[in-house]
């Protein structure tokens, strides 16, 4: 499953929970590895495991929260499944923090969606954002928000991004 092969000390790991989310490594010079949203914990914790060997890595996910129109079975699988991305990078012993979408996007001079936007017009806005700052990678809509969130994140840990 990883295809990370570097030699990098610090790496920046953005994450975005759910299964249209992603999981995303930027290094400083923005070289950059994405992947959807492994559909079983083992090859999360393999990508994570990969990730962290003999590395400091720092990671931002997204900060999520229930939506009204999720049903109970959808909110509570969704709140299991973030609460196994917690655990497995405190596992994997990866430092990490919560982002709210506006911060990250604000962050990124990503103007918030338009009242008149729709939800999958904004998102392929977020992937031409990705694309633009990431030209070397395929990036999918799956993998744009995290592969925006590492960017935040190797901004921010650096000094570069308020």
């Known amino acids: ?35 959807d949203m492994p559909e079983s914990d083992r090859d ?44 497995a990078l405190t596992a994997a012993e990866i430092s990490y923090e919560l982002v709210t979408p506006r911060s990250w996007q604000k962050a990124l001079e990503i103007p918030a969606r338009k009242k008149t936007e729709q939800p999958g017009q904004f998102k392929k806005r977020l992937k031409n954002t990705a694309e633009c700052l990431f030209p070397q990678e395929s990036v999918t809509l799956k993998t744009a928000d995290a592969l ?10 650096n000094g570069k991004c308020v």
Request: proline residues 3%.
């Open 1 to 35: 499953m990883p295809k990370i092969k570097i030699n990098e000390s610090v790496l920046y790991m953005g994450v975005d929970p759910g299964k249209a989310g992603g999981i995303a490594v930027v290094t400083v010079d923005r070289e950059s590895w994405s992947y």
């Open 44 to 87: 999360i914790w393999s990508i994570f495991k990969t990730v962290s060997q003999e590395r400091k890595v720092f990671a931002y996910i997204e900060k999520v929260h229930s939506m009204p129109q999720q049903g109970v079975a959808s909110t509570f699988t969704f709140g299991t499944s973030f609460g196994k991305l917690l655990m």
């Open 148 to 157: 925006l969130i590492a960017e935040f994140c190797r901004r921010k840990e």
